[in-house]
């Protein structure tokens, strides 16, 4: 073969290599490409398109809380508003356009708009508005010794900035004008929210001309919208500005405080975004994620300039759901009626007495159907001493309570073989050695008693006796040595109270709740083992009070108390909507106890009101309700709001009706007078009892 051909034949080879090589390239690109468009295609398009999912906030109207009768207690006004929403591509510099020319539509420079101005706000926005001047604040120098540090771009930006503001002289600070200012006001506002998130701008006091003007303008103001907002109200609020039942209500944030900094992790864990408003305190926060309602959640596409392409709603909104309250609003402004008006009548001389707490509550299903309070407070803009409502003291306050507690003593005596039901102890004064005598309110002594007796009157003795022996001495000996075993004693003590409720947390659907002192404290001498037995050491809240009577009156049931009695789909029309769900009655315990030992207790209960002996005979005079109870009064240390801590008295009341088949359980407390002789105690209970059937009977006739 010639040399020609060999030549023309190895070219031919080399050309076929290469076009082979190609080949193989070519394809393997072909099927990568391939591989690129089936399997991650659709996340390349996502990336393209930037899909983000942002939940609209589109004032949801919040739910309603309603009474046991269906009367409105708490509802939404609504009322017009102005928002804008920052769109991805939007510069610090369009916002503050906008916000110039909306501040030419709409006033906000009201004291409170312009107080809310911060010493940053006003920094920035001087450097949005002075650049060059800005500019020159900021040396050579400054920038090289910040970048000697080894920090990141963005940590020595940050650094230039902080710099920049220290720099701004206060002189430059108060140089804004008022219309500047307003401008400033619109303009924090419109920064403050998230991207594509709604912002409020203005929702009080909105003209019908502002609302106007601005819907007319929506062309010419990017990202700004006009819409319906809502506002919380009390329909029960009195002529002095208090509102019934207000503190346990709660409130609820406003659209400038949006979520609440101390639970900023909690809500925004829950799907929040920081302009929502939610629950704060009480039953308003207890059920936020019933009354908050479905807020609309809208996806908006954008391209990846991030311009707005598309919003597509996935979710409408709706309204949250309602409450219905266990309490009748009517009984329980009689209730506060009644405690505002006794109260004043018994403080007259009484520089301690500044409040009165009850709570209501049937003893069968833990419903409460009552809780108030009244506290007269300083006015610290006016100095001037208003009544105030205090229904949540109740809960969150604690007191020595008294004889009231002598029912739970005497289980507890039956419980641990102390004293069996009508065992007869000898009631006289007892004198230990190196102590002070220690007696019943009789100072000679009743004499030989048994256990109705002693609730009957009130012996304290029998209750002290009762204590010994639950503390391993079971004789007393006249200037002998009180030996008990006193950690024994506290113990066995508060583990038969806590079956009733006291000394523990009862449960209510409230946050806040208190237990008061005592739980796990050691007596410091075996004296106060025996105060004890007769309510002088521990202290309770009213709450718990209710609940152990109503424990009592129920046959041995702790119950949980409750104020939602049930939970409603909202409804347009003004009626309640369908049930969306009941509140069940919720057993806590059966206490450890014979029912023939709760008897005799009840026994004992009815006898304080109905017998002629009895400590309330003369003061519940409303025996037509078949009323039983026990009366109570407890030396304390006054520790209220006052620099001073004289001894006081503490004053209380627990009791039920109809004794044969109970429907109500009371507690009636107020602390610090100066005298053991008042019984606004027990003038409070008799008028709410005879509310509550008087009520009672009104409703029957009008069905």
Do not use: C
């Amino acid at each position: 073969m010639s040399d020609r051909k060999k030549k023309n034949k190895s070219i031919t080879v080399t050309l076929n290599i290469m076009f082979l090589i190609v080949f193989v390239l070519f394809s393997i690109l072909i099927v990568r490409l391939g591989f690129l468009q089936i399997v991650y295609g659709e996340n390349y398009s996502r990336e393209i398109e930037q899909k983000i999912e942002v939940p609209i906030d589109s004032s949801v109207p919040r739910g309603k809380i309603y009474d046991s009768e269906g009367k409105l207690i708490v509802g939404n006004t609504p009322q017009k508003a102005i928002t804008y929403t920052r769109k991805n591509n939007v510069t610090n510099e369009d916002i503050l356009e906008t916000a110039k020319q909306l501040a030419g539509y709409i006033q906000k420079d009201s004291e409170e708009d312009l107080e809310s101005i911060t010493k940053r706000d006003k920094q920035d926005y001087w450097i949005l508005l002075n650049p060059d001047d800005a500019e020159k604040k900021i040396t050579e120098k400054d920038k090289t010794k910040i970048a000697e540090k080894d920090l990141n771009k963005e940590q020595s930006d940050k650094k230039l900035y902080e710099l920049l503001r220290e720099r701004i002289t206060e002189e430059e600070l108060k140089s804004f004008s008022k219309d500047e200012l307003e401008v400033l006001a619109i303009y924090r506002e419109m920064t403050s929210g998230s991207m594509l998130s709604p912002q409020m701008i203005k929702n009080k006091d909105v003209t019908d001309r502002e609302f106007a003007v601005v819907s007319e303008n929506l062309n010419s103001l990017p990202g700004v919208d006009t819409s319906i907002d809502w506002n919380r109200y009390n329909a029960y609020k009195s002529k002095d500005a208090s509102e019934t039942l207000s503190s346990v209500l709660g409130k609820v944030t406003t659209s400038k405080e949006g979520l609440p900094s101390d639970m900023l992790e909690f809500f925004e864990s829950r799907g929040y975004t920081r302009n929502d408003r939610v629950g704060k305190s009480y039953l308003e926060l207890q059920y936020e994620d019933v009354l908050q309602g479905q807020k609309q959640i809208v996806k908006n596409f954008t391209d990846k300039a991030g311009n707005l392409i598309e919003s597509k709603t996935v979710r409408e909104g709706q309204s949250g759901k309602d409450l219905v309250l266990s309490i009748d609003i009517e009984f329980q402004q009689q209730v506060e009626k009644i405690i505002e008006r006794n109260l004043a009548s018994a403080k007259i001389g009484q520089p301690y007495m500044d409040r009165a707490m009850v709570s209501v509550m049937n003893p069968m299903n833990g419903e409460m159907l009552a809780m108030a309070g009244k506290q007269y407070v300083k006015d610290e803009e006016t100095n001037k001493t208003r009544v105030a409502d205090f229904a949540l003291g109740n809960m969150t306050t604690s007191y020595s309570m008294g004889s009231v507690v002598k029912g739970a003593t005497v289980l507890t005596g039956y419980q641990t073989g102390a004293i069996s039901p009508g065992e007869r102890l000898n009631d006289r004064p007892l004198k230990f050695k190196s102590t002070q005598v220690k007696k019943s309110w009789n100072t000679s002594g009743f004499g030989l008693i048994n256990d109705l007796y002693a609730l009957k009157r009130s012996s304290n003795v029998y209750m002290f006796l009762t204590a010994m022996r639950i503390g391993g001495q079971q004789r007393y000996v006249p200037n002998g040595p009180l030996s008990i075993d006193k950690v024994e004693g506290i113990n066995k003590f508060r583990h038969n109270f806590a079956q009733f409720g006291l000394g523990i947390k009862t449960g209510i659907d409230l946050p806040g709740e208190q237990t008061g002192y005592g739980a796990g404290q050691v007596p410091p001498e075996a004296g106060k083992v025996l105060d004890f037995a007769i309510g002088q050491y521990d202290t309770y809240t009213p709450l718990q009070l209710v609940q152990y009577m109503s424990t009592i009156a129920n046959g041995g049931y702790r119950i949980q108390p409750h104020l939602v009695k049930e939970i409603r789909e909202p409804s347009n029309d003004g009626t309640l909507g369908p049930v969306f769900q009941e509140v069940k009655p919720k057993v806590y315990n059966k206490v450890d106890m014979k029912d023939a030992w709760i008897k005799q207790v009840q026994e004992g209960f009815r006898l304080v009101v109905n017998d002629s002996q009895g400590t309330a005979y003369g003061y519940i005079k409303n025996k037509q309700y078949k009323i039983a109870g026990k009366t109570g009064t407890a030396q304390a240390l006054y520790d209220g709001p006052l620099p001073v801590n004289p001894m006081t008295w503490n004053v209380t009341f627990v009791g039920y009706a109809p004794y044969d088949n109970p429907e109500i359980a009371i507690s009636v407390v107020v602390p610090w007078s100066t005298t053991d002789k008042t019984h606004v105690n027990l003038e409070i209970a008799d008028e709410v009892f005879k509310a509550y059937f008087d009520l009672k009977e009104k409703h029957t006739e009008q069905l």
